[in-house]
C-alpha cells in the first residue's frame, strides 16, 4: 500500500486526467454541433449560397437554374424517378422514387451533406415548387392544355445540384393535359365544383388567415414554414422589407411589388389545392409556403 503522501499524489493526478479528457469530448463536440450535425453556412431564409466543405466537387457549371453543380462519384450517387398518376378528383399525384438520397427539410439552408437535400418540380423548364418529400400533388390548373414534359431534380441542403458527370441529377415524365370532359382527360370521376369567384376583393381585416413577415439583412422572420390553408380561404400575406423587392407566389402567378421599408400586402384566395412556394425576385428568399387541402 503506497504512503498517504503518494496516494494523495496518485488522486489528483487520476483528476487531472479525468478533466482533461472531459474537455477535450465537450470541444469535439462543440467541432461537430449537437448530433454530430455540420455546421450551417447561412441559415433557413437566406439567400442561395453554396456552402463550403469536402463533399463532392463544386463546379464552376450550373443548371438550367442557375444553382452550381456538386459532383459526386457514380457508385452511390443519389438518383431519382419520376411516376406522374391522374388524381381520382383533381389533377396528378407525382411520386419520387429515390435512391441513396433522403428528404432534409428542417435543414434547408445549412451545409451540403452526402445524399441529402430537397427536389426542384418544374414544367417545360419553368419552376413549380420545391419538394421535400416523395409525394407532391399537381393541381390541373397549373397545367396548360396539351403535351408537357415535368423535371424533378435533386439539390443539397446549400442549393447547389447533386450532378455525376457534369450533368445534374434528375428524372422526367411526360404528361397531357385535357380540357375537362374531353376523351383522354386526366380527370377521373365527377370533377370538383369550382369555389365561388368572390364579389369582392376582401380587405386585409376580411381575410380567413393573415401572415406576416419581415425581411431584414436577407433574412426572413419568423423562419419559412407551411401555412396551412383550406381551399377557398383567403390569406392576407402582409410583408416589409428593407429593400425593394417583388414578392412571388407560385402556382397562383400572383405579384406584390416591395417597396424598401413599407409594408406591402397581398390578399390571395385559395381556390387551387397543392403545395405552393411565396418567394421574392431579387434576393431569391422563400417566406412561406402555401399548402392548401
Not at 141 to 167: F, M, N
Not at 230 to 257: F, I, N, P, Q, W
Request: charge should be neutral; aromatic fraction near 4%; glycine fraction near 10%.
Amino acid at each position: 500500500m503506497p504512503p498517504p503522501r503518494a496516494a494523495r499524489r496518485l488522486r489528483r493526478t487520476a483528476r487531472a486526467a479525468a478533466l482533461l479528457a472531459l474537455a477535450l469530448l465537450l470541444a469535439g463536440g462543440a467541432a461537430t454541433g449537437c448530433g454530430g450535425r455540420a455546421t450551417t453556412h447561412h441559415k433557413p431564409g437566406t439567400s442561395h449560397e453554396q456552402a463550403s466543405g469536402s463533399v463532392g466537387t463544386l463546379l464552376t457549371a450550373t443548371d438550367a437554374t442557375g444553382h452550381r453543380l456538386r459532383e459526386v462519384p457514380a457508385q452511390g450517387a443519389p438518383e431519382v424517378q419520376l411516376t406522374v398518376r391522374p388524381d381520382s378528383e383533381d389533377g396528378w399525384n407525382l411520386q419520387l422514387a429515390v435512391k441513396n438520397y433522403r428528404f432534409t427539410p428542417d435543414s434547408t439552408g445549412g451545409a451540403a451533406l452526402p445524399g441529402a437535400g430537397h427536389a426542384h418540380l418544374e414544367l417545360d423548364g419553368r419552376k413549380l415548387a420545391r419538394l421535400y418529400g416523395p409525394w407532391f400533388h399537381l393541381p390541373a390548373a397549373q397545367v396548360p392544355e396539351g403535351a408537357h414534359t415535368l423535371t424533378v431534380r435533386l439539390y443539397a441542403d446549400d442549393h447547389t445540384a447533386w450532378a455525376v458527370s457534369g450533368k445534374p441529377v434528375g428524372g422526367a415524365a411526360q404528361l397531357t393535359a385535357t380540357a375537362p370532359g374531353q376523351a383522354g382527360g386526366h380527370s377521373h370521376g365527377e370533377s370538383p365544383a369550382p369555389v365561388p369567384a368572390p364579389t369582392s376583393t376582401p380587405t386585409p381585416e376580411q381575410a380567413d388567415r393573415t401572415v406576416a413577415i419581415t425581411i431584414r439583412d436577407g433574412k426572413v422572420s419568423p423562419a419559412p414554414a407551411r401555412t396551412e390553408l383550406r381551399r377557398g380561404e383567403h390569406v392576407a400575406l402582409r410583408v416589409t422589407s428593407d429593400r425593394a423587392d417583388t414578392l412571388h407566389v407560385h402556382g397562383y402567378d400572383k405579384e406584390l411589388v416591395l417597396p424598401a421599408g413599407q409594408e406591402a400586402t397581398l390578399i390571395l384566395t385559395a381556390d387551387r389545392t397543392g403545395l405552393f412556394e411565396v418567394e421574392t425576385h431579387e434576393s431569391n428568399l422563400v417566406l412561406t409556403q402555401l399548402l392548401v387541402r
